[in-house]
């Protein structure tokens, strides 16, 4: 009898080791929000530039605003563009806009920073994200593509972590040379002369192919801040992409 007893025990104990793993994992995959940049840039400069989708203009919103979106063609009836980002109190925010050919289809969400745009189906016209104030452009989606890709992550109320980055040339006789930088204030995206951290350097000169960095411990970025690669050409027009991997971590 007293065997029969301490099985049963061993039993539960048991048991209960595994319910207890099992939530603990449904919890962990709540905390994490992955994320990848990756851009690419048929225009990089001589002169440091952040790091944008093709030869696309970006420019940021220089005030709070609402956004407007619109594409080059009257057939765009039915795609959805969502346009991420940060409000005022320092939080992520996101709008969806459903299109309406070269009409205006205008939002309610108040932006102080754009991060992102992306379009769910393939567009016929570029699609033009502007702020509603002058109709100031910012970025857009090109033909073909369904993101404007900037190299840039605001992570708003959430404290990111970069686990890695890359950069290849597009040409077989460039140099290009990118950095990772960070700014503990988002507000520095209007001025990046100054205020950031580089967190690291990759550089190809013109007998290399890409480099890339995988970082053991990934880089920690306190909420509230911008992450953005800054790069630049051994000569204007460089060709390159870039591709940064991290994820944030839910408060």
């Keep these: 009898m007293?065997?029969?007893l301490v099985i049963a025990v061993c039993c539960l104990a048991s048991v209960s080791l595994f319910a207890g793993d099992a939530t603990y994992e449904r919890s962990r995959q709540n905390e994490v929000m992955g994320w990848t940049l990756n851009v690419r840039d048929l225009d990089v400069d001589a002169a440091e530039e952040l790091?944008?989708?093709?030869?696309?203009?970006?420019?940021?919103?220089?005030?709070e605003d609402n956004i407007e979106v619109l594409s080059a063609s009257a057939s765009d009836i039915t795609q959805t563009v969502t346009v991420t980002g940060i409000n005022n109190k320092g939080k992520r925010v996101s709008e969806d806009f459903t299109l309406i050919g070269t009409g205006i289809a205008t939002?309610?969400?108040?932006?102080?920073?754009?991060d992102q745009a992306e379009v769910d189906i393939e567009c016929v016209g570029?699609?033009?994200?502007?702020?509603?104030?002058?109709?100031?452009?910012?970025?857009?989606?090109?033909?073909?593509?369904l993101e404007a890709g900037m190299a840039q992550h605001f992570n708003g109320e959430k404290d990111s972590y970069v686990t890695g980055w890359k950069i290849d040339k597009m040409a077989a006789d460039a140099t290009f040379r990118a950095d990772l930088r960070w700014y503990?204030?988002?507000?520095?995206?209007?001025?990046?002369?100054?205020?950031?951290?580089?967190?690291?350097?990759?550089?190809?000169?013109?007998?290399?192919?890409?480099?890339?960095?995988?970082f053991a411990q990934p880089i920690r970025l306190k909420a509230g801040g911008w992450l953005a690669v800054y790069?630049?050409?051994?000569?204007?027009?460089?060709?390159?992409?870039?591709?940064?991997?991290?994820?944030?971590?839910?408060p």
Excluded: H, W
């Design 231 to 250: 790069g630049k050409g051994g000569a204007a027009n460089t060709q390159a992409n870039v591709t940064v991997t991290g994820y944030d971590v839910r």
């Design 126 to 145: 570029a699609v033009t994200v502007r702020r509603e104030a002058g109709d100031t452009f910012i970025t857009s989606i090109p033909i073909n593509y």
């Design 51 to 63: 790091v944008t989708e093709l030869a696309t203009t970006y420019a940021q919103l220089a005030a």
């Design 2 to 4: 007293k065997k029969f």
């Design 184 to 214: 503990p204030d988002d507000a520095d995206c209007l001025d990046p002369t100054d205020g950031m951290v580089t967190k690291d350097t990759l550089f190809i000169e013109v007998e290399d192919g890409g480099a890339e960095t995988t």
């Design 107 to 114: 939002g309610s969400t108040l932006f102080l920073y754009i």
